[in-house]
């Protein structure tokens, strides 16, 4: 996400509003990442559909766990400075660029992150009876806590981790969305990372308010070293 080619490319946000997942009991919603206001499971309309559109591709038995999807610009600097802090004390030799690039694999820098645009979703697998699936780590699992396991096709996983991971993968790229390949769980659709990985010519997602609409893009903090 720290590419230049990403934060380069434009975004013309197409106005569309943020709806609620939880609304109609269509996808299942953990609340694991839940917020008073309920911003975590927000999402923009055409993205909402496309994961209905997803599930329905799924066998009999399985559904999509929904765990988390819009978040506020400032907490989604407040992640990523976070995680680059925890980075630069494990790294004190590290330059700036070296613990933005490597914060970046995991916490979308936050003038970019699609998170923030409505246009992202961390999701797993559950059966019916709302078991969660095998897909070898935890939703949010680190590099460094998962020694790399969290990459979507890590090898250092099992059988039958790899299999649901496939089938994951099978359905959300089934309904358009693409997968940032550090994190099995995180799927988007309409952000400048899916502009990228489909070569479309921009997003039509970018940074919004949950209450006011699309807002203009965040800058970067001194403190990310930029």
């Known amino acids: 996400m720290s590419d230049a080619r990403i934060a380069a490319i434009p975004v013309r946000d197409c106005g569309e509003p943020l709806r609620d997942v939880r609304r109609g009991g269509v996808i299942a919603v953990d609340e694991r990442k839940s917020d008073d206001e309920g911003a975590f499971a927000h999402l923009r309309e055409g993205l909402l559909n496309r994961l209905m559109d ?12 929904f765990v988390e999807g819009y978040r506020p610009p400032s907490l989604q600097r407040f992640y990523f400075e976070r995680y680059a802090d925890e980075l630069r004390a494990g790294h004190p030799e590290w330059s700036a660029e070296q613990v933005r690039a490597a914060a970046s694999r995991y916490v979308s820098p936050p003038e970019i992150a699609p998170h923030s645009a409505g246009s992202a979703v961390d999701l797993t697998l559950v059966s019916d009876d709302g078991r969660e699936l095998d897909l070898g780590t935890r939703v949010n699992a680190s590099p460094e806590e998962s020694d790399g396991a969290c990459y979507t096709e890590a090898e250092n996983i099992g059988q039958e981790a790899r299999a649901n991971r496939r089938l994951l993968a099978g359905v959300l790229s089934g309904a358009g969305l693409v997968n940032y390949p550090t994190e099995w769980w995180h799927w988007s659709y309409g952000d400048r990372y899916w502009a990228f990985v489909t070569g479309a010519g921009h997003a039509v997602y970018g940074p919004v308010d949950l209450d006011r609409g699309p807002v203009a893009a965040v800058a970067p903090s001194p403190s990310q070293g930029d």
């Open 54 to 65: 997803a599930q329905d591709l799924l066998p009999r038995g399985v559904r999509l766990l």
